[in-house]
């Protein structure tokens, strides 16, 4: 039976201070500790070298760099060449200049363009040896750029783009063709592209301020905010807060916590979210909003909407001059419904308290019927139903634990109107203090990039990213140097009997002190199950330090089950 430890993910937790984590002092206390120790900021404590080199391409081909380690910046020019140039830096020693010359580094020109490649020869060099790359190409070119660990900034550019980093952020300009971004680690932020884009993080913030075509955004746990998107656009994160400044066509947004906040909605929209709030202020085209426990505000409805909450309240303003194509429903388990509606919008009214002793408000020219309808064991609902200017779609409200109010939009006091504009004026200056927020957090992070030597931007990077989650991800393989004691799981005898083996994959996290603090499955033989569980509940490791400071570690415990 064997048992093996990769790499994974578990719970995380989001701070919107990046900015403010970036420019604290990068000090001998708050360096991680990677498996040998790190140079120095003595120039003497280091060895430094640089590889250069140029090709020619012609418009419309494809730069493509691939690298074991290390960032990549990438400017334009006018000529029709490819210019690369690496730093190197590695501690000094007896086998620094080993390290330096073992670094590979291939450039060659291929039939669509440009191929350049460096490798890390052996893991022992990972931790003791830093690169970077400065490549200059021509405005009219593809890039495809990957590395295993640094951060990707691109200028402008007219081609396409394609990027994939192991551990960095990833900054580009204005692009025209379309965009593929990925990092498992860090933040994306783009200024525009001009067709679609794919922008995907494990967990870091993504901001793009313009797609003039469709738009997938993903991140596993940060926010994600958008200026204006033409096309189709979907957006997901795992516990941050989404916010639009202007959608043009479809949406669907959907967070497992965080606040969704919308300006303007030209297209349908789709929008979920498991606990936080949710904000539109403009809906022109069919809606479906829901949340399990924010509160739900629809500041100016043009279109059939559908909002559901479990724990929250629902305020929704509808428009004048237009015509409801289908049917409006708003449902609230626990919280108040309150509808505010034009006088010559054709509605029919339909709604109802549900076994619960709060009331149906209404304002005394709205022409509604009020009943007590019995519920079963859930008592006495009240209803109120009748048809506005003849009648039309229907605009059903319920709720369980609240009241509704209805009355006409131009009877508002001048308190409830005035709550209304300040509703709107607030969500317009949040998305726009969030962009110009986002702005300054990019711009601090990429002065605090370019003010670090290569050597410390991969503490720089780990700082920033414990300071994020609550912990830090060590590969597996180093992980695995740090395990103290183990417990071999018991083959449970049902399972054997009956012939089943397997691997039963789990997500731990370790504490401070080495000890696992939590387990979760992700997948396995369900006899198998609970004898992995016990057994690496057990397992104890080495502390993982920070500089020097012991910090959670995140990884994932393989544990094999075989018969033989």
């Given at each position: 039976m064997d048992v093996r430890c990769p790499i994974a993910l578990h719970h995380r937790r989001q701070l919107w201070l990046v900015a403010l984590v970036l420019l604290l002092p990068v000090s001998a206390a708050?360096?991680?500790?990677?498996?040998?120790?790190?140079?120095a900021a003595d120039a003497r404590s280091r060895l430094s070298a640089e590889r250069s080199g140029h090709l020619p391409?012609?418009?419309?081909?494809?730069l493509r760099l691939r690298a074991d380690l290390g960032s990549i910046r990438v400017v334009t020019q006018d000529a029709?060449?490819?210019e690369y140039r690496v730093l190197l830096e590695t501690e000094a020693g007896p086998a620094a200049a080993e390290r330096l010359q073992r670094f590979h580094l291939a450039a060659q020109t291929t039939p669509d363009g440009v191929q350049i490649?460096?490798?890390?020869?052996?893991?022992?060099?990972?931790?003791?040896?830093?690169?970077?790359?400065e490549v200059r190409v021509p405005r009219a070119c593809n890039l495809e750029l990957v590395t295993q660990a640094g951060n990707v900034e691109i200028a402008d550019l007219d081609g396409e783009i394609r990027v994939s980093t192991g551990g960095g952020n990833v900054s580009v300009g204005a692009v025209r063709g379309p965009a593929r971004l990925e990092t498992r680690g860090g933040h994306i932020t783009v200024r525009s592209v001009s067709t679609n884009l794919t922008a995907t993080t494990a967990g870091g913030h993504i901001r793009v301020s313009?797609?003039?075509?469709?738009?997938?955004?993903?991140?596993?746990?940060?926010?994600?905010?958008?200026?204006?998107?033409?096309?189709?656009?979907?957006?997901?994160?795992?516990g941050g807060n989404i916010s639009f400044s202007r959608a043009g066509n479809t949406v669907t947004a959907v967070t497992a916590g965080g606040q969704i906040d919308f300006g303007q909605a030209s297209g349908a929209i789709t929008a979920r979210t498991g606990g936080g709030?949710?904000?539109?202020l403009q809906i022109l085209a069919p809606a479906q909003v829901r949340t399990s426990a924010g509160s739900i505000q629809l500041l100016q409805v043009g279109a059939p909407v559908r909002a559901s909450t479990e724990a929250g309240g629902i305020t929704a303003f509808f428009l004048p001059d237009w015509k409801l194509q289908e049917a409006s429903e708003l449902f609230s388990e626990q919280g108040d419904i309150v509808v505010y509606l034009p006088r010559n919008l054709p509605l029919t009214i339909d709604a109802l308290v549900q076994g619960a002793p709060h009331p149906v408000v209404i304002a005394p020219d709205l022409p509604l019927e009020l009943q007590y309808l019995e519920s079963g064991a859930q008592g006495r609902s009240l209803r109120a139903r009748g048809d506005l200017n003849g009648g039309g779609q229907p605009l059903r409200l319920r709720t369980a634990g609240g009241s509704i109010r209805l009355q006409y939009a131009d009877t508002l006091n001048p308190l409830d109107d005035q709550?209304?504009?300040?509703?709107?004026?607030?969500?317009?200056?949040?998305?726009?203090?969030?962009?110009?927020?986002?702005?300054?957090?990019?711009?601090?992070?990429?002065?605090?990039l370019e003010q670090q030597p290569v050597h410390r931007l991969e503490s720089l990077h780990q700082h920033v990213l414990y300071?994020?989650?609550?912990?830090?991800?060590?590969?597996?393989?180093?992980?695995?140097?740090k395990l103290v004691s183990s417990v071999r799981p018991v083959y449970p005898p049902t399972a054997r009997q009956s012939g089943i083996q397997g691997t039963v994959r789990m997500e731990v996290l370790i504490g401070k002190d080495g000890r696992v603090e939590n387990v979760k499955v992700l997948g396995g033989p369900s006899l198998l199950i609970e004898a992995a569980q016990d057994a690496v509940r057990q397992w104890r490791y080495a502390p993982t330090l920070l500089g020097d400071e012991p910090v959670p570690v995140l990884t994932t415990v393989d544990v094999e089950f075989r018969l033989n």
């Open positions: 708050a360096q991680p500790a990677p498996p040998q120790k790190a140079p391409i012609r418009p419309g081909q494809w029709p060449t490819v490649t460096s490798t890390v020869p052996g893991r022992e060099f990972r931790g003791r040896l830093w690169a970077r790359f313009s797609v003039g075509g469709a738009a997938v955004l993903r991140s596993a746990g940060g926010h994600i905010a958008a200026g204006q998107i033409d096309g189709p656009a979907e957006v997901e994160t795992g709030g949710i904000r539109v709550r209304f504009r300040k509703q709107l004026e607030e969500l317009q200056q949040q998305l726009e203090r969030q962009a110009q927020q986002f702005r300054r957090q990019m711009e601090l992070l990429q002065q605090t300071r994020l989650r609550g912990y830090v991800r060590v590969s597996a393989s180093e992980q695995m140097k």
